[in-house]
């Protein structure tokens, strides 16, 4: 059974902090990870994907990928009020679908 | 990015009628799309797979005869929720996909069954 797990928050930081969310996935052989950010009663959009190992940083966003320990994760810098979502990471195997997990709610305080 | 579309994007109908909603790729050709139901406070579940030209797969535990899956063409997936009931209503997202990319999102389809 493939899994992809999240702490549910809520994670809450003040403004202009890191926000730091976490992933663990229990397939080893997924190849494909992903940050999507949803906000209430919109539908999710992609933020990051990586696929090695190592930091990938965009602007603001930096995604961290440990195949080893089978962890990603989000880095939010200097953390923004519009920040506060839904974080949903997404984990792509060898097949075609991709699970999602459960959503860690940030909630960024001014 | 590429642009995914659903329409309508919110809908109500009475319990025992039938909705259909479309989801197209507006600048790319999707492969794949794919159907995902999410109830409040809760995480996307993945209905269902379509590749163009053939037969849905379906995730265990979804009525492929409740939720019908056309994928008729690389730009457009329908999704119709036949006999619709209370508990049907949802916030439904398609997503789709070009052959090795991420996913792209729809906007989603709010379905109320009263």
Not at chain 1, 1 to 28: H, M
Not at chain 1, 57 to 75: C, H, I, M, P, W
Not at chain 2, 6 to 20: D, M, R
Request: net charge neutral; aromatic share 10%; glycine share 8%.
């Amino acid at each position: 059974q493939k899994e992809v797990e999240q702490n549910s928050g809520p994670l809450s930081v003040p403004e202009g902090a890191i926000a730091s969310l976490n992933c663990t996935y229990s397939d080893r052989v997924s190849q494909s990870f992903f940050w999507y950010r949803q906000y209430s009663g919109k539908s999710p959009e992609l933020i990051m994907s990586i696929y090695s190992n190592g930091d990938k940083e965009d602007g603001r966003f930096t995604a961290q990928l440990n195949k080893a320990s089978q962890y990603v994760s989000l880095l939010i810098r200097d953390s923004q009020p519009s920040d506060s979502a839904t974080y949903l990471c997404a984990v792509r195997g060898n097949g075609q679908n991709f699970v999602f997990g459960p959503g860690t709610r940030l909630s960024v305080l001014p | 990015g590429a642009v995914v579309s659903q329409h309508p994007s919110w809908v109500i109908c009475k319990s025992g009628t039938s909705v259909k909603i479309e989801c197209r790729s507006l600048d790319f050709q999707a492969t794949t799309m794919f159907w995902y139901r999410q109830f409040p406070k809760q995480s996307l579940m993945l209905m269902a797979t379509s590749n163009e030209g053939s037969k849905a797969t379906y995730e265990q535990g979804v009525e492929k005869d409740k939720f019908l899956i056309n994928h008729a063409s690389l730009t457009l997936s329908t999704l119709t929720v036949t006999s619709a009931h209370p508990e049907d209503s949802s916030f439904y997202i398609c997503s789709a996909r070009e052959d090795g990319a991420q996913q792209y999102f729809g906007p989603g389809t709010r379905l109320t069954v009263t």
